[in-house]
């Protein structure tokens, strides 16, 4: 017999409400991606800044104080503790995290949901180019907050002290002949802001914009493809050793191991593109270099491959601990605080909804 009233038939309504609850709880993962990404990448900007300061330093020695005589890692360390003490290895630390805050947000938030669209839509474009492309749109969408972050930090980076910052002012202009970055110094995030605002407009907020992409967008493809590569080589490797073996390896150790080699090697290959944006940031009003690619041939020129490549010890030494702890805390806040809206949650929903939706045409029969 068919039920005479419609409304008592359960199909409508468990097919309607399970989709429903699919979707919220799709969106749901994705706020939480953003979240996740958000709280990771902050904690591992705090927890490196001093690493990242120095290594802003030795790259913009050659604005600062022209070519010669470049300090090395263990004498800008000695340099920035007797001028300034234990604080200076912290200056920029503000802009830096908030910059990290939006660009964790957007990298991670957008990553999975992006990934996803591409498998489906451009079945050609799966695996390591669909991380890739994933890995670029989200650091492009988080450069907006992330540059102008960028360009406070490293100058209040390379200013240390008010009373440093006087002094390197007066050699300059007393003894370098391409000028100095004759700017005011920055007490804070605000004030920095305001100051570059009104020295230099939109345009010194976002100075170096084009070769912070050139650098980033390169970079956050490698570490997402390097990542996703190792993490399948390390699948392949324990089921070739351990075939018969249930247990799977914990999340958050694999993103710590995982996450600071494919960030590693991502910072080594991509230091030439870090060297042209630190030196565009830092010169300030007084230009030294006219683009990326004058950067590119004075560097060249002045100080060689070595040159090229300043800095990308310290740049290694952030990015691998800084990498390993944002993948570590990305994998474990999944773990913990994604219970029941994975992938897997979803499927066993639809699932439902089909078994719903059959013994409903059988009550029905």
Partial sequence: MVDPNPSSSNQPFTLSTTKTSASTQNHFFVWREFLWGAIAGAFGEGMLHPVDTIKTRIQSQAVLRGCRNQKSILQMVRTVWATDGLTGFYRGITPGVTGSLATGATYFGVIESTKKWIETSHPNLGGHWAHFIAGAIGDTLGSFVYVPCEVMKQRMQVQGSKKYWSSVVMKGSAHMKHGNPMYGYYSGLYQAGCSIWKEQGLKGLYAG??????????????MVTFYEAFKNVTEYGRQRLFPDSNRCPNSSIEGLLLGGLAGGLSAYLTTPLDVVKTRLQVQGTTLRYNGWLDVIQKTWSTEGI?????????????????SALTFMAVEFLREHFNDGVNDDKLKEVASLSIDKNASSFQEVS
């Fill in 209 to 222: 914009y084009w070769s912070t992409l050139a650098r980033d967008v390169p970079f956050a493809g490698l």
């Fill in 306 to 322: 070595r040159g090229i490549f300043r800095g990308s010890i310290p740049r290694i030494m952030w990015y691998v601990p800084a």
